[in-house]
């Protein structure tokens, strides 16, 4: 497994165009289903899905992407509700379910009414992700998940988390495979 974060990432400008088009393809229908929130969230969404294209190289559609902290519309609590409020929806696993790509979102948020595949569960768990065979995920991403508040307030560090779910991810990513984290 390789480990690479956003901004170490060489931007590659087919992936961009790509990644682009696929959006644009299906952004009203998607504006139409989930609602028009994904204006805001529109340049992030295609960054985090120009990224995920770039490291699954020339065919998306038989790779699985592991999307940890995927985000949810259903929070856990009173403390989860005002952090998170209705900003952080799945907005890239709808995106990746509408284009046919093989995923899998995990949050401790509830996402009952989606139509994604969806793994609810809390990632400081460190048998969280026992469930997935061995090599078998091609892209794990964390897209804004090591800065969340919620995670920095409850665990102190982020960067903790990060280090301990590294044996989990060395055992479910190919070898060939990218641990991709983010932080806006
Ligand atoms: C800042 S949001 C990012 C959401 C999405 N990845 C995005 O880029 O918009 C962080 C997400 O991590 C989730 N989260 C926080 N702590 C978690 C934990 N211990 N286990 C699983 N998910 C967690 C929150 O519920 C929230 O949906």
């Not at 952080?88 to 401790?108: A, F, K, Q, S, V």
């Amino acid at each position: 497994m390789k480990t690479k974060g956003y901004s170490l990432m060489e931007r590659s400008v087919p992936h961009y165009n790509l990644a682009r088009e696929k959006l644009n393809s299906i952004g009203v229908q998607m504006g139409e289903k989930y609602g028009w929130g994904i204006g805001n969230k529109w340049s992030i969404l295609l960054s985090q899905l120009w990224m995920v294209m770039a490291l699954e190289g020339d065919s998306f559609e038989d790779k699985m992407v592991l999307d940890l902290g995927c985000g949810c519309t259903e929070q856990i609590g009173e403390e989860h509700s005002a952090i998170y409020g209705y900003d952080y929806e799945p907005w890239l696993c709808r995106t990746m379910n509408e284009l046919g790509m093989g995923h899998l979102g995990i949050d401790i948020g509830g996402n009952a009414a989606e139509r994604f595949n969806f793994h609810q569960a809390d990632l400081r768990d460190p048998s969280v992700l026992d469930f997935i065979p061995d090599h078998s995920v091609d892209v794990a991403h964390a897209g804004q998940f090591f800065n969340s508040p919620y995670l920095i307030k409850h665990l102190g560090c982020h960067e903790n988390l990060r280090e301990k779910l590294m044996p989990q991810l060395e055992r479910i990513v190919k070898p060939e495979g990218f641990f991709l984290f983010g932080r806006y």
